[in-house]
């Protein structure tokens, strides 16, 4: 898989996307969005990968659209953007629905669409001198990247309409209060935590890692009974596999647990 704007490759069961146009601040453009839908296909469909891990080269995690090509594309813009949301779109709807969890390192400042996908990700690792802002409408448009629909439910209604039409800037520490970030860690450690994150997820039991993603997440727009009935079916399906048959085992016996990494 030949990729320009993004770098992808697997080891220890983690798929890791790296954002690799620092040059360019990592801004989404065209070729930007066609990579990461590429990688996030790849990453779903390798039975091998079991997290996959974001993080970015260059010290802005990702500026948000690449401004300088939407502005050259002229009166063709609203026909290039709606191309280019396609598959940043895509990419998106591809990572959130996958049974793997999606872990994000922010070593730096994520603006725009660079704050929307991290909101779309299941869990963020952000250095201290990370910085989170909107600025869609400091440049005359609306939101994309999905954030519509994940911000609100990380921050609530009333902060993510001050986040969205103030364009006010979130320190690290404000966005882990908020509820945007999991963790904060030191300068330049956001990269090593996050992949221990993703490490202690790829060595546990996946099918049940991968649907309790889908059921808290589904959930949360759930009626009382829809959860519960969705709860029951993946629990006793994940008892008769043998990750879950291990960990109950494990957890009698005192010891660690044995899971199939296979």
């Given at each position: ?53 974001v993080g970015a080269e260059g010290k802005v995690f990702c500026a948000g659209g690449d401004l300088k090509e939407f502005n ?153 009974e829809e959860a519960g009935e969705r709860e029951g079916h993946a629990i006793t399906h994940a008892m008769g596999l043998h ?20």
């Amino acid at each position: 898989m030949e990729l320009e704007t993004i770098s992808y490759r697997v080891e220890n069961h983690i798929a890791h996307i790296r954002f690799n146009r620092p040059e360019g601040a990592n801004a989404v453009s065209v070729q930007f969005s066609k990579d990461l839908r590429a990688a996030s296909l790849a990453a779903h469909f390798d039975k091998d990968v079991r997290v996959v891990l974001v993080g970015a080269e260059g010290k802005v995690f990702c500026a948000g659209g690449d401004l300088k090509e939407f502005n050259a594309a002229g009166e063709n813009l609203p026909s290039v953007a709606a191309d280019m949301l396609t598959d940043f779109h895509g990419a998106i709807y591809r990572m959130h629905r996958m049974p793997k969890p999606v872990v994000a390192a922010v070593g730096g400042a994520a603006g725009g669409a660079g704050m929307s996908i991290m909101c779309a990700f299941d869990l963020v690792v952000a250095s201290e001198n990370a910085k989170f802002t909107m600025a869609y409408t400091r440049a005359g448009v609306t939101p994309d990247g999905t954030s519509t629909y994940f911000l609100a439910r990380h921050v609530g209604l009333r902060r993510a309409l001050d986040l969205t039409l103030t364009n006010r800037v979130l320190s690290a520490t404000e966005a882990e209060q908020w509820g945007l970030v999991n963790r904060v860690v030191p300068k330049g450690e956001a990269d090593a935590a996050a992949l221990q994150m993703a490490d202690e997820l790829a060595s546990g039991p996946a099918w049940a890692v991968g649907h309790a993603k889908r059921l808290i997440y589904e959930g949360f727009d759930s009626s009382l009974e829809e959860a519960g009935e969705r709860e029951g079916h993946a629990i006793t399906h994940a008892m008769g596999l043998h990750d879950g048959q291990e960990g109950i085992a494990a957890f009698v016996e005192k010891r660690a647990a044995n899971f199939n990494l296979s």
